[in-house]
């Protein structure tokens, strides 16, 4: 018990308790929205986790930011497992999401088992896999073994090349069927969250009303689906170069690596980031 400068006891601060699917499932019904960051290491998630981030993505963004690969393609699943379980090292409250990168699912669902588990063991809570239209058996398979799935549509980094790029999907109207398409088709396999990313925010919204239940997480997506995330390394403008239109300096607020966190935190459930005149398309 702790007192206020007039000597007035004080209720201690509510013990943060660990983030479940269930509870982020209680978020999404009450219209609270899901933050979301991208993190490698056990000592940026300790301090995410002290700020409050809901959900952590060990991200296969580590081969650029980390690695300094041109892409997200070289990154093995070796290389997943080792920073998923420094990732789970720092954590205490968060969900952790942990990628499949290239050439670990590929082949088929029972490659794919073989790779979630790898990842599960290594302290992976979820497993988030890219790609429509040949993924839902896939995302089938693993839910029915327990595995909650996190999809990811729009851009997707480890197909970029097929892409032409990093280039806004779905702007053109049966760019836009497609994507909702095959949203419903991943929901309706078991996927429990679900990444947007680069896509107009009208579609983006049309997922999440065509799939309530579902968790939409967005990045350059707007701000009408269930949460967002941004890479850690471009809200802190340690990335070189330009920003992405759809990233905000988080740093340029604030004094201290902390203090921007907290921002993002706060922008996000405060339905404040992404702005939609400034992030959306």
Partial sequence: MTTTATGTPTAPPAERRPMT?????????????????????????????????????????????????????????????????????????????????????????EQALRSCVALMQAGAQMIKLEGGGWTPETVYFLTERGIPVCAHLGLTPQTVHALGGFRIQGRDQAGADTLRRHASELA??????????????????????????????????????????????DMLHVTRGKLPRFARNFMAEGGSIEDAIRRYVSEVKGVRFPDESLHGY
Wanted: charged letters at 15%; glycine letters at 12%.
């Fill in 21 to 109: 699917l269930h509870r982020l499932r209680e978020m999404h019904a009450r219209g609270e929205k899901i933050t979301m960051l991208t993190s490698y290491d056990a000592m940026f998630t300790r301090l995410m986790d002290e700020c409050g981030v809901d959900t952590i993505l060990v991200g296969d963004s580590l081969g650029m930011l980390v690695q300094g690969h041109t892409s997200t393609v070289p990154v093995t699943l070796d290389d997943m497992v080792y920073h998923t379980r420094c990732v789970v090292r720092g954590n205490r409250h968060a969900w952790i999401v942990s990628d499949l990168p290239f050439g670990s699912y590929q082949e088929g669902k």
């Fill in 188 to 233: 309706q396999a078991g996927a429990a969250m679900m990444v947007l990313e680069l896509m107009p925010s009208a579609v983006a919204s049309q997922v999440q009303a065509d799939n309530p239940g579902l968790m939409t997480i967005g990045i350059g997506a707007g701000s009408g689906t269930a949460g967002q995330v941004l890479v850690l390394h």
